[in-house]
């Protein structure tokens, strides 16, 4: 439970808590028609107390980080490591170069250039799990 229940919610609140509700309905814990209730409350809510009043009877632990109990709390920054994530820019420009490519070219097979996003895709997200430290050999 909040410790201020009168506090006044956002959009922002209650789509944090409608993905909590989606959560606990996914898991089985709602029926379709529990489900649809306590959307339109969520909907309809305005004050952080009338959000509690939806979770009070469901488990906390099993909960995202973004439930109402936590909804006043900023989220924890994610680990960036400290510089610019450079596949969150090659991705866009893949996608724009292909379509430049595509407008751009008097290739036959121009398509063949959509390929390449999910080809870059592919490459990036491999990338992306290379980060693991490697383990020094010791010499003997």
Known sequence: ???LPEIR???A???KALDALSLHFSEGRLTVPEFDER???IASAT???ELDTVFVDLPA???PPHTPARLGQSPAPAETGGGLDWRAVVMPLVIFGSLALFFLTDF???WLFFLLIPLA????????HSKSPKKKKKER
């Open 13 to 15: 609140d209650r789509e």
């Open 47 to 49: 004050t952080r107390g």
């Open 108 to 110: 036959e097979s121009k």
């Open 61 to 63: 632990a099993s909960t």
């Open 1 to 3: 439970m909040s410790e």
């Open 9 to 11: 919610i956002g959009t």
């Open 121 to 128: 895709g592919a490459l990036l997200s491999a990338s992306g």
């Open 39 to 41: 959307s339109a409350t």
